[in-house]
């Protein structure tokens, strides 16, 4: 089992989280997946796919370094100065590994919030796009009908004028109709009169 300090960019205090998070071994972190990682305190989700990708590193190291000590079991003199300096020299790299993995990850962090922001104003100005563009909707539909009501109420007001017009010419035709017969009448009348007068004279 590798611990999980061998793995590049896991110091003391990020080695704590990892280990209080179930994650124990590189080999736990190797097979993770990045969502899972996540969840651990101050890993987002570039410096993630970056632990497992060195995990699977140091996984995969630590077997082909072990073979050549099995090589030498008689020389027990020396091999043990080699290996105390070779774990600092390792450390070094891995320190400076860190923090580039550190900015790489601020950088993904921020093109990701960036991102994200953009995402969001794209998001806002399409809703209220759209939103505009449904309230023109509704106010030319509003205003169509408008002019479609307005048409009918002048057609009737029109239909109402005609039809007035025309009962009031009606009644002009009648009382002329009217005026002619009593003219007529009186006529009568009259004429009745002068016969009447003629023959009292006989």
């Not at 899972?36 to 410096?47: I, Q, S």
């Amino acid at each position: 089992m590798t611990a999980v300090t061998d793995v590049k960019g896991v110091g003391e205090a990020l080695g704590k989280s990892l280990v209080s998070n179930g994650f124990k071994t590189a080999e736990a972190i190797a097979k993770a997946k990045p969502d899972d990682l996540v969840k651990v305190p101050r890993v987002g989700a570039a410096r993630a796919s970056l632990l497992i990708a060195a995990a699977k590193e140091a996984t995969a190291a630590k077997p082909a370094a072990a073979k050549p000590a099995a090589s030498k079991p008689a020389s027990r003199r020396a091999p043990a100065r080699k290996p105390a300096a070779r774990k600092p020299a390792a450390r070094k790299p891995a320190a400076r590994k860190t923090v580039a993995a550190a900015a790489a990850e601020k950088r993904a962090e921020e093109a990701a919030r960036k991102a994200a922001e953009e995402k969001a104003a794209a998001e806002v100005a399409a809703a209220k796009a759209k939103k505009k563009a449904k309230a023109k909707a509704k106010a030319e539909k509003a205003a169509k009908k408008l002019q479609e009501m307005e048409a009918v109420f002048s057609k009737a007001k029109d239909k109402v004028k005609a039809k007035a017009k025309k009962d009031k010419k009606s009644k002009k035709d009648d009382k002329k109709k009217s005026d002619k017969k009593d003219d007529k009448k009186k006529a009568d009348k009259k004429k009745d009169k002068k016969k009447d007068k003629k023959k009292a004279k006989k």
